[in-house]
């Protein structure tokens, strides 16, 4: 089947600094996306969606940006704090009408104070 | 509003036995699903119930199966347990069925079968 993949398994930054978390999606038909956060010991946490009629969409210190083109998506957390250490996992779903999602492994986020 | 609970946290069975999770959805949301995590495979969907009504099932064996009662609290079960199946097992609830929207995570059951 088709899969969700991620490109860096690890990212290291320093705090203050910008982060850019990358994922590849191979299933053109998807029209929802999610990224997910998750600490050490604690379930996955919402962070933002973007539909497929959608490029970009912003929240608070987070932008997702999505190239349907390429198949591509990223999240982008502006000035990185200690607290933003985890695992990110984008998913993908809404294909074929199903809105069961597809996971990518996860990128580990190191903030450095 | 209380989030999504899940018992027990930590589960120790022996290969060949049975396991049943509970999960326990934010007040209001109708829909669980549940998903298994391990690190080989990342975090995979099992099944999502709503209204005690299997909706969407993933790629599983028979082994998995699960239930959800009237008041949206949702068990899952495994039988036969096999080495492979010690993971993470995570619940999510929502509003709705699976349809595109936010899902609330619990903090999972974490099992080891040896």
């Known amino acids: 089947g088709e899969s969700v993949g991620l490109h860096l398994p690890t990212l290291s930054v320093q705090e203050g600094d910008n982060s850019i978390i990358n994922c590849a999606y191979s299933?053109?038909?998807?029209?929802?996306f999610i990224w997910y956060k998750q600490e050490s010991g604690k379930g996955p946490q919402f962070i933002i969606d973007?539909?497929?009629?959608?490029d970009k969409r912003q929240g608070q210190r987070v932008t997702v940006l999505l190239n349907k083109t390429v198949k591509h998506l990223s999240l982008q957390i502006a000035a990185t704090q200690p607290g933003d250490s985890a695992v990110y996992f984008c998913?993908?779903?809404?294909?074929?009408?199903?809105?069961?999602?597809?996971f990518g492994r996860g990128t580990s986020l190191i903030v450095h104070p | 509003k209380a989030g999504v609970t899940q018992t027990p946290r930590y589960l120790i069975k022996t290969r060949g036995q049975q396991v049943t999770l509970s999960c326990s959805p934010i007040?209001?949301?109708?829909?669980v699903s549940w998903y298994q995590q391990t690190p080989g495979q990342g975090l995979q969907f099992l099944f999502e119930?709503?209204?005690?009504?299997?909706?969407n099932k993933g790629n599983f064996p028979g082994r998995f199966s699960g239930r959800q009662f009237s008041n949206s609290r949702s068990e899952m079960n495994v039988s036969t347990l096999e080495l492979g199946d010690s993971a993470l097992y995570l619940c999510?609830?929502?509003?709705?069925?699976?349809?595109?929207?936010?899902?609330?995570f619990g903090p999972g059951t974490r099992l080891t079968v040896t």
């Open positions: 299933n053109s038909a998807s029209d929802y």
């Open positions: 998913a993908e779903t809404g294909s074929g009408g199903s809105y069961i999602p597809t």
């Open positions: 999510a609830s929502s509003l709705r069925e699976l349809s595109g929207g936010e899902q609330y």
């Open positions: 973007i539909r497929s009629n959608m």
């Open positions: 007040s209001g949301h109708r829909s």
């Open positions: 119930y709503f209204s005690e009504t299997q909706r």
